[in-house]
């Protein structure tokens, strides 16, 4: 269970209108490496995770993109609020407005739509934790080049925000693939597994 608390988890106050931005940043709302791709790669993930401390870490980090999520949201309809047709259409968004006006969809900077195969929940621990790692560091990445591309600082505080939660929940889940890596045992395929490591082969390599 959630309990909503109607507030921001760090202030977004945007005074400029700016589509341009909008539309490369939008790529943290619903792209591959985007806040609600995470979100759902790790509350899916924690269901199968055997560790508890892993499993809790994935509920917590998996909540806090949810948050994350709704600050992208933010930033982006207060980049477009009161566009006309027009001035979005001149800032590279009339494909955009054609389709949703001046709404918020879900998809990428390059206009590709959200899918949930830009994520994957396999059920082995140490599978799932790499996944994770890798798509911190993917989403830091996005937002080093999202910051590159930023110059109005009502932007720019809320994105080195997210950048640095990013590093933090890589922080955390090196310590989680460090936890469960030292309970390994015969039920993990990276551990000592007999019903594979000590099958013979039966077919012969190609000469």
Known sequence: MWIYEKMLQ???????????????????????????????????????????MAAGLLNDIGTEELAHFEMIGAIIRQLTRGLSAEELQKEGMADYYVDHTAGLWLQAASGAPFTSTYFQSKGDPITDLHEDLAAEQKARTTYDNIL???????????????????????????????????ELDARNFYAFNPAFDLKPAHNKPCQ
């Open 10 to 52: 760090y202030p977004v106050n945007i005074k400029n209108k700016n589509a341009r931005l909008a539309k490369i940043i939008i790529s943290q709302f619903g792209g591959p490496d985007g806040e609600l791709s995470a979100s759902a790669r790790y509350l899916t993930q924690r269901y199968a995770m055997p560790n508890k």
């Open 148 to 182: 590159r591309l930023v110059d109005d600082p009502d932007v720019r505080e809320p994105i080195q925000f997210l950048r640095q939660r990013e590093i933090v929940h890589y922080q955390r889940f090196g310590e989680a693939l460090r936890r469960v890596t030292d």
